[in-house]
Structures are given as structure tokens and as C-alpha cells.
């Protein structure tokens, strides 16, 4: 599973004062994983927890409240690990229970999606600026590797971030628009109903669910790959290089694209640059062709 490991430089018990940003920074955070469909990776001892949870006000904001003693519950590190991972290039002050716990993470990963290491704004000096990197390096003993570095508040822009844990959307800073497209549509395939909120590891198990619904539902059109795909067995390389999901060549020798569960090619097309047209996919279909938008529209 693809896990977000959260910067808070708040103690926990400053999340008791709603109007703080330890408060509204923890709980923007909380709403990222669960859209994302992610986990967190925890951070907090649980005497940090107990003594939170203990004081929190359910007179004055009972949700509000709640939501925090639920959050806190997935964030208490439960692990007896005392050894560090090491971020030279991190801000100083990182808890040990924090670095011990991406310690854990980076020796029980069986891919090369390392938690992603999200951070608000506040502390983008000590991350590092100008501008700040898109990776950093961690070291966990005789094991160095790089983490998704993403800010919290433009995690969707992130050339890395959300385009690692979506294949639809793993084309899109590819193959990003143009200060002269007059049509800016994102690079995405369209993602199929059946499929959506579904997280990455999970999508071999839906993918029969897709097929049953079929690539079109009224108006719409949506790629759904092969019965045999199979997300976490492709490389880094070859998912930042545009190959997240079967790439082929069309019959009619108009380009490569993604193949779908049907045989039917994907071909991204756009016009070229300073000309005016569409960015959308041409699926090759037999006989002709169907042009699609990123969100299933025909054009």
C-alpha cells in the first residue's frame, strides 16, 4: 500500500485549539489519505495520543473532536524499532519516533514506492527552497533510496506524487499543456466507474467488476486495462516513462498507445504546438477510429 508520512512540527496537543494550524494542517492531511485512498504513516507515541485524547473538548465541537481521537488512533507508532532512518537534508528536530517509523516503513517496502514524505508549507525552508526538490534521499542503514518529497498544500500538482499512486494519471507532467493549448485538458485516461476510489494494489481485484460494465456507459468512454495488469510489478522507469499501463503499436501504424482490455489502442493526440485543437486520446477501434477527452467525452 501506498503510505504519506506527515511533517507536523506541532506537538499533538496543539491540534486541541481548532483555530491553529497543528489543527487544520493535521486534519487537511487526514482529508488527503482518505481521498487519496492512502495510508499514513504513524508518527506519535501513544502516551503523545493518551494525553491528547484525554484533554480534547467534545462540549464546544463534538465532530471536531472525534475526528481528531480517530485520526490520533492511526498515527501511534506501535513498533519497538530504536533505530533511525537519516535525512541529511531534512529539517532539524524530526522526532525519533518519526524517523524510527520510516526506518520500518523503508525495510518492510517490497516496492520502489517509498512512503511519500508530505510536509505544509511552513517548513518549506527547512525542506529546502529554490525551488524545493521533488525527492530526497533517506538512508536506513545499508539501504539508501528516495522518497516522493511533496508539499501539502500543492500535493495534486506534484510531478511525481499523485501521478505514482494513479495510473490514469501517471501521463500528466509527460505530457502536460502548453502556454498555447487552447484546450488545457489534463493528460489523463479516463478511469472507469468501477474503478474509481479504488487504491493501487487493490485494482487487480476490481478489474473483472470494470470489464462487466463495459468501456462505455451512455455517453462516456473509459480505459480499462487487461485482465492480467498488474500495477505494483512495474518499474519506476518504466511507470515515470509514460508505460504505467501495456503500450502497443495500432494496426493502421498511427503511433503507439495503451492497450485495453478489449485490444483497442489509446493514442494521445494533440495539435501541434500554437495550432488550435483538442488534447484528447484517439482509440483506434475496428473499423476507424474514437476520439475521447480526459473525462470520457466523445470530441
Known amino acids: 500500500m501506498t503510505k504519506l508520512l506527515l511533517d507536523h512540527p ?3 496537543d496543539a491540534t486541541l485549539n481548532r483555530a491553529s494550524p497543528a489543527y487544520n494542517k493535521l486534519l487537511e492531511f ?3 489519505i482518505r481521498r487519496l485512498m492512502v ?6 507515541t501513544q502516551q503523545e495520543r493518551d494525553e491528547t485524547v484525554a484533554r480534547l473538548d467534545y462540549r464546544q465541537n463534538a465532530a471536531a473532536a472525534a475526528a481528531i481521537r480517530r485520526f490520533a488512533d492511526e498515527l501511534v507508532y506501535r513498533g519497538n524499532n530504536v533505530q533511525q532512518a537519516v535525512i541529511e537534508q531534512g529539517p532539524v528536530g524530526l522526532s525519533a519516533t518519526w524517523l524510527c517509523s520510516l526506518w520500518d516503513e523503508f525495510h518492510s517496502c ?5 512512503p511519500q514524505i508530505v510536509f505544509p508549507e511552513v517548513r518549506r525552508a527547512e525542506w529546502g527552497t529554490n525551488p524545493t526538490p521533488l525527492e530526497v534521499e533517506v538512508q536506513c542503514g545499508s539501504k539508501t533510496d528516495e522518497s516522493v518529497l511533496v508539499m501539502l498544500e500543492i500535493y495534486d500538482s506534484h ?3 499523485l501521478c505514482d499512486i494513479d495510473p490514469w494519471k501517471h501521463n500528466n507532467w509527460l505530457r502536460c499543456p502548453s502556454p498555447g493549448d487552447t484546450h488545457p485538458h489534463p493528460c ?9 476510489s479504488v487504491p493501487l494494489e487493490k485494482i487487480p ?4 467488476a470494470a470489464g462487466r460494465q463495459g468501456w462505455q456507459i451512455g455517453n462516456r468512454h473509459y480505459y480499462i486495462p487487461p485482465m492480467d495488469y498488474s500495477p505494483l510489478t512495474i518499474s519506476k522507469h518504466d511507470w515515470r516513462s509514460g508505460k504505467a499501463f501495456p503500450h502497443r503499436g495500432t494496426k493502421s501504424s498511427n503511433g503507439s498507445g495503451y492497450k485495453d482490455l478489449d485490444g ?3 493514442v494521445w493526440a494533440r495539435a501541434p504546438a500554437g495550432a488550435r485543437g483538442e488534447r484528447h486520446w484517439d482509440v483506434e477501434l475496428e473499423p476507424g477510429w474514437c476520439n475521447v477527452s480526459h473525462d470520457g467525452g466523445e470530441v
Request: proline share 14%.
Open 30 to 32: 487526514h482529508k488527503l
Open 10 to 12: 506541532w506537538p499533538l
Open 159 to 161: 510531478r511525481f506524487a
Open 188 to 196: 489523463w485516461l479516463p478511469r472507469p466507474p468501477a474503478l474509481q
Open 264 to 266: 483497442r489502442i489509446w
Open 39 to 44: 495510508a499514513a504513516v504513524p508518527f506519535i
Open 205 to 208: 481485484n476490481f478489474l473483472d
Open 110 to 114: 517490497n516496492t520502489w514506492r517509498l
